[in-house]
Nanobody, 123 residues
Framework: QVQLAESGGGLVHPGGSLRLSCAAS????????MGWFRQAPGKEREFVTA????????YYADSVKGRFTISRDNAKNMVYLQMNSLKPEDTAVYYC????????????????WGQGTQVTVTV
């Protein structure tokens, strides 16, 4: 069993920044890739970014390249999402997820999900 818990969401103005955190527990965290996903109102959940187990492989959706950065700290069982230059279209519930297979994450799927944290970008 895997437990994921996101934190760090909130309300921010366009152009602002937020840092999301995801705490993982329940298995050997460092062995598995991790990802961030988001779901806007009325839309399906979509892939945002993923990171390989070592942290060497980084993958981003085109919509967030150059603005978002994923990172992980295997010693702390944590994964982070630094979001800069936020836009209103980034408004969504953000989820972290994990799966044994990295390609499942980059296609928007995961074996385990957190409960999500709301990010709202508004003037």
């Amino acid at each position: 069993q895997v437990q994921l818990a996101e934190s760090g969401g909130g309300l921010v103005h366009p152009g602002g920044s937020l840092r999301l955190s995801c705490a993982a527990s329940g298995r050997t965290f460092s062995n598995y890739p991790m990802g961030w996903f988001r779901q806007a109102p009325g839309k399906e959940r979509e892939f945002v970014t993923a990171i390989s187990w070592s942290g060497a492989g980084l993958y981003y959706a085109d919509s967030v390249k150059g603005r978002f950065t994923i990172s992980r700290d295997n010693a702390k069982n944590m994964v982070y999402l630094q979001m800069n230059s936020l836009k209103p279209e980034d408004t969504a519930v953000y989820y972290c997820g994990t799966d044994r297979i990295l390609s499942r994450l980059t296609s928007g799927r995961a074996a385990y999900w957190g409960q999500g944290t709301q990010v709202t970008v508004t003037v």
